[in-house]
C-alpha cells in the first residue's frame, strides 16, 4: 500500500490560501479591475482605432486661422492677427500683399464730406496715345467734379454704402466723380470686341499699387449693373470714342500718386498693359 506522498497536504494548505486571499480580500487595485470591465482595455496607441474619427484641431481664432489657411500653399508664409481681424478694408491691402482691393468696396468714408467744388480738368489736351494688341488708346484730360458734368445718372453704378448724392446727382459724401474720354482705334481689318472695364485707375505709395478704381460710368451703356456694360464693339480699322467715369475718395486724391492702367488682357502681368502716369492737383 502506497503511503500518501506528504507535498499534498502542504499543496491543499497553498491552495487554501490563495482562494481566501483572491475572494475575501482582493487588493484594491485588482478589485478596481473587476468592478469596472471597461478598465480592463484602456485606449492605447495598441487599439483599433479604424472606426475612430479624425483628430479635431483646437479651435482657431485671429492669426491662428490666418496661418492654417496660408499653410495650404504655402509654408513659408506667416499671417499676422491684424490681417484677418480688419473689417475687410482697403487700406490694408498693398501692392505687396497681392492683388489691390477694389477702392469702393465696404469701407465707409472716415472724412467730413466735401463740398461742391469748381470742376477740375488734369492733363491739359489729354494724353500720348498708346498701343497695344493692334489697337490704339487716346486717353482725354480728365475731369474732376463733385457734379455730374453733363452725364447721365443712371449710366452710374453707386456703392451706396459709401457714395450719396442729391437730387441732382452731385455728390454730398467725401467722394469726386473722375471722368475722361477714351479713343479707341482698332488697327486690324476686322471688327473687335472691347471691355472698356479693363481701364482702371490706381493709387501708389512709393511706386507699388495701393488701391484700384474701377470704372463705374459708361455714357453709352444700358444698364451698369449687367455684366456687359462695358462691353464695345469697333469696327476693323475704325475708331471709335467714349465717355467713362469713376468715383474718387476725396481723401486719397492728393495723398497718392495716380496711374492710369490699360490692360486688354485684364492682368497686369502681361507685357500688353500700358501704364500712364497721372498727376492730381
Known amino acids: 500500500m502506497n503511503k500518501p506522498k506528504r507535498w499534498i497536504p502542504i499543496l491543499l494548505i497553498m491552495l487554501a490560501v490563495c482562494v481566501y486571499t483572491f475572494v475575501f480580500h482582493p487588493d484594491e487595485e485588482l478589485k478596481a479591475l ?4 471597461s478598465a480592463q482595455n484602456p485606449p492605447g496607441d495598441w487599439m483599433d482605432d479604424s472606426a475612430a ?18 499653410s495650404e500653399t504655402t509654408s513659408s508664409t506667416n499671417t499676422s492677427a491684424d490681417s484677418t481681424t480688419t473689417t475687410h478694408t482697403v487700406d490694408s491691402t498693398t501692392a505687396e500683399t497681392g492683388s489691390p482691393t477694389a477702392a469702393d468696396s465696404t469701407v465707409a468714408s472716415t472724412v467730413e464730406p466735401a463740398r461742391t467744388t469748381a470742376p477740375v480738368h488734369i492733363g491739359g489736351e489729354g494724353y500720348p496715345t498708346v498701343y497695344t494688341l493692334n489697337t490704339g488708346y487716346t486717353i482725354g484730360p480728365l475731369l474732376l467734379s463733385k457734379s455730374l458734368e453733363g452725364a447721365n445718372q443712371g ?8 457714395q450719396h448724392v442729391d437730387e441732382q446727382g452731385t455728390l454730398t459724401s467725401a467722394h469726386t466723380y473722375c471722368f475722361f474720354d477714351i479713343t479707341i482705334e482698332n488697327l486690324e481689318n476686322a471688327g473687335r470686341e472691347y471691355l472698356l472695364n479693363n481701364i482702371s485707375l490706381y493709387a501708389t505709395e512709393n511706386g507699388a499699387r495701393k488701391y484700384i478704381y474701377e470704372l463705374r460710368y459708361f455714357d453709352q451703356g444700358a444698364d451698369p449693373h449687367k455684366t456687359d456694360f462695358f462691353h464695345v464693339f469697333v469696327a476693323g480699322g475704325e475708331k471709335e470714342t467714349y465717355r467713362v467715369g469713376l468715383i474718387l475718395d476725396d481723401a486719397r486724391i492728393r495723398e497718392y500718386g495716380w496711374v492710369l492702367a ?11 498693359a500700358r501704364l500712364m502716369s497721372i498727376t492730381m492737383p
Do not use: C, H
Open 34 to 37: 473587476l468592478d469596472n470591465p
Open 53 to 70: 474619427s479624425l483628430v479635431q484641431s483646437p479651435a482657431q481664432t485671429g492669426g491662428e486661422i490666418a496661418a492654417w489657411r496660408t
Open 155 to 162: 449710366n452710374f453704378n453707386y456703392n451706396k454704402n459709401k
Open 262 to 272: 490699360i490692360n486688354p488682357e485684364g492682368n497686369l502681368m502681361f507685357d500688353s
